[in-house]
């Protein structure tokens, strides 16, 4: 009986192991379920070419604005490097991190947290030494200031947005006008036809780059 | 993996699978994996002790895993005096775990206590080698890890007045956690061959440049050199995918693991991980075979000089003490639960004297600094657009390419010989025309060599030989686009050695 037992621990063990392996090999459901986390290993999920640090800002009704994060009383740094709030890659939960401080401070009345993303090219990381042989160019950092989330403290209204890297891809593919004139033609809209009014009850139709307009060549 | 060798007939399959995961052997492997993985756990885990509020309570700013997944409750999350009492019993249980007191029950407390608070922070506590510690927390907490080198063994043996013969004990616990970390590997493999930029090293190279991690000063010094990325790229997804296949006995044991202490060590070095390493290398304990144990003890006693003094007793009967009884299961289990809620209610007290966000000081709450209006200026103004010189990641004239990489950085030339120029840039970029010109000193255009970079290139390369026509001096290579110069490469031409059969009369031969 016990060794029935240990059999089935090691084979529902490994089991579980073996459907984490697959599932991730083919990319299948590996995010379906947290439990997943457990078992679906895909560590290096790869590094940019920027470093990004978060600024997170209050906003008063005035317009002033304050600093919300790092909170006055310090911040956790948990693996010898920068503070927790940084590693919050999807900006999911640093609006959280500011309310709490908003909720243990005296401030004035806030309207919105603004959440900011700091980028740098990595190549900027190289120690001043390090750099001098390498590069003859004078190391000249340069910032780049990217609004990555407002949080509006009188509602539920938040306006996201994709890393500094992500954004830049979106600015590289914008810079393209006949692809930019197809994603204007292939908007949906709403076009208003009388003529059509009494086939279609409103003379309403939509219509899109994909799908033309009834009588449109 | 040994296995019975029967003259007469040949081990069957389901035979030799009995026999990998039943065969009976005194654990060592685990037990010295006991005494040292909640040490490893604790470099992380301790510091969050004084965080437990802001990290894992109510009454902080928790980041659960599960809402990353769309769901919303999945565990209960307690206030900060439940939720540090909770910290504080994970803590002595694997305090009790390293010196394997009480070592089933604290196995068990700390595993369950581990997976409960790795994923209320999913930012900065939930990660693979967090998930990875607490499957090794569960398998050994199935072992019999605590049956040797611990406060338990010790206590039995006070209490007995016998000293047990060396335990031995089905091997199952130990090929699980040689399967996890095999899988692992091979898991980790899967997600590299998805990868295109990690074999041509760029990701690599901004790895080893990031600081998101503990410093690393080798990384930095390494990505000087990103040819030896892919090489480092090739070896390790080879090694990887190879481990579970191999790493199970003789030379391959040997190999494998030797290979995997130092890639690990590279990591710590050149990538800034730590917790990492180290858990994988007590991870490898799991290979300890008891063979390996008794050469070691073999080499001790040989190294060690007889003192006259009795044997040691291996088994047999032992002094008992007058307090023998008082060694038994429940005095031992009362005095743990004593000390165990003596450390949490102290834990829970400090906290709340500690009075994380100062709501009780005497000079009142904590104010908001405001932000002078430049800098919010400047932190609202939402780039759009890098700067020619951020799209450059390097410049370098050499005349070696490795994996598409130049190797080698030069600033002397001869004739006929050749000579490669190459600039990394920086991804994402938008589609560019690039242009690799060679200037006089003087600032002179002698030849325009432009290219398209599409926006998934990583690098542009521009490969010249110089005819004799072009007399000996010095030159630059000039990087251009965007309608600027952006870097300047100046080389010498023609005195160093002239490679042979160089005839062509032309002034820049391509």
Redesign the interface.
């Given at each position: 009986m016990k060794?029935w037992i240990?059999?089935a621990?090691?084979a529902a063990?490994?089991g579980a192991?073996?459907v984490?392996?697959l599932s991730?090999?083919i990319?299948y459901r590996s995010?379906?379920?947290?439990l997943m986390?457990?078992v679906?290993?895909?560590?290096?999920?790869?590094?940019?070419?920027?470093?990004s640090r978060l600024?997170v800002?209050?906003e008063t009704y005035d317009g002033?604005?304050?600093?919300?994060l790092p909170?006055?009383?310090g911040e956790?740094h948990?693996?010898?490097?920068?503070a927790?709030r940084?590693?919050?890659?999807?900006v999911?939960?640093a609006p959280?991190?500011a309310?709490?401080?908003l909720a243990?401070?005296?401030?004035d009345d806030i309207r919105r947290i603004?959440v900011?993303e700091?980028a740098w090219?990595?190549?900027y990381?190289?120690?001043d030494e390090?750099w001098e042989?390498?590069?003859?160019?004078p190391k000249?950092k340069?910032s780049?200031?990217?609004?990555r989330a407002v949080v509006s403290c009188d509602s539920d209204a938040v306006t996201r947005d994709g890393e500094w890297?992500s954004?830049?891809?979106r600015?590289?593919m914008m810079?393209n006008p006949r692809l930019m004139s197809d994603v204007t033609r292939g908007h949906t809209f709403f076009a208003v036809d009388p003529s059509l009014k009494d086939a279609l009850n409103p003379g309403v139709t939509q219509t899109g780059f994909n799908t033309p307009a009834p009588g449109s060549p | 993996m040994q296995t019975n060798t029967n003259l007469t007939s040949p081990p069957t399959w389901a035979g030799q699978v009995r026999e990998f995961f039943h065969a009976e052997r005194p654990p060592y492997g685990l037990a010295i994996m006991r005494m040292l993985l909640p040490w490893v756990v604790l470099i992380d885990g301790a510091p969050r002790l004084f965080h437990v509020r802001e990290l894992y309570s109510s009454d902080g700013a928790p980041a659960p895993l599960w809402e990353a997944y769309g769901l919303t409750d999945l565990l209960p999350i307690f206030p900060a005096p439940v939720a540090m009492a909770g910290y504080t019993a994970l803590v002595f249980c694997l305090l009790a775990v390293s010196i394997g007191w009480m070592t089933r029950f604290s196995l068990i407390a700390a595993t369950v206590l581990y997976l409960y608070f790795i994923p209320l922070d999913m930012i900065s506590t939930a990660n693979k080698y967090t998930v990875l510690s607490g499957h090794a927390l569960f398998i050994l907490s199935l072992s019999q890890c605590g049956s040797i080198w611990s406060v338990d063994a010790l206590l039995k043996r006070w209490r007995t007045g016998q000293s047990a013969p060396l335990p031995r004990f089905p091997v199952w616990p130990q090929r699980l956690i040689q399967l996890l970390v095999g899988i692992v590997y091979l898991s980790a493999a899967f997600t590299k061959l998805r990868t295109p930029s990690f074999f041509s090293g760029d990701q690599l190279v901004y790895w080893m440049l990031t600081d998101t991690t503990a410093r690393n000063p080798l990384g930095d010094w390494m990505s000087m050199y990103p040819a030896l990325a892919p090489l480092t790229a090739y070896t390790t997804v080879i090694w990887e995918v190879a481990f579970i296949f191999v790493a199970w006995r003789g030379l391959g044991r040997i190999g494998m693991l030797s290979v995997g202490v130092v890639f690990h060590a590279l990591t710590w070095s050149m990538l800034g991980l730590i917790v990492f390493p180290l858990l994988y290398c007590v991870l490898y304990l799991a290979w300890l075979h008891e063979a390996d144990v008794e050469r070691m003890t073999g080499w001790w006693r040989r190294r060690t000089p007889a003192d006259g003094s009795e044997p040691a007793v291996i088994a047999g009967e032992r002094p008992r003490f007058r307090w023998a009884e008082w060694c038994g299961p429940a005095p031992s289990a009362a005095a743990f639960s004593l000390l165990l809620a003596i450390a949490a209610v102290v834990a829970v007290e400090l906290e709340q004297r500690a009075d994380r966000y100062g709501e009780h000081r005497a000079e009142g709450r904590y104010a908001l600094r405001e932000v002078p209006e430049e800098r919010v200026q400047e932190l609202l103004r939402g780039d759009k657009r890098l700067r020619s010189s951020d799209k450059v990641f390097a410049f370098d004239v050499g005349s070696q390419l490795v994996g598409g990489i130049l190797a080698n950085r030069r600033d002397a030339f001869g004739y006929g010989e050749e000579v490669i120029v190459q600039c990394s840039l920086v991804p994402p970029h938008e589609d560019m025309w690039v242009e690799i010109n060679l200037h006089d000193l003087e600032g002179r255009l002698i030849s325009r060599n432009g290219q398209f970079a599409g926006r998934e290139s990583f690098r542009v390369s521009h490969t010249h030989i110089f005819g004799k026509g072009l007399p000996p001096g010095e030159y630059q290579w000039v990087l251009r686009f965007d309608g600027q110069d952006l870097a300047g490469r100046p080389f010498r031409l023609g005195d160093i050695q002239q490679a042979s059969g160089t005839t062509t009369a032309a002034a820049v031969v391509e």
């Open positions: 060794r240990t059999n621990t090691i063990y490994l192991l073996v984490g392996l991730h090999a990319n995010h379906v379920h947290p986390y457990l679906v290993w895909d560590m290096y999920c790869g590094w940019s070419a920027f470093e600024h800002l209050g002033r604005h304050y600093q919300l909170a006055p009383w956790f948990p693996y010898q490097g920068p927790r940084h590693y919050d890659v999807q999911r939960f959280r991190m309310e709490l401080v243990h401070t005296e401030h603004i900011v700091e090219s990595k190549k990381n190289l120690p390090l042989l390498r590069h003859p160019e000249d340069y780049y200031y990217h609004t890297v954004a830049l891809s600015y590289a810079d | -």
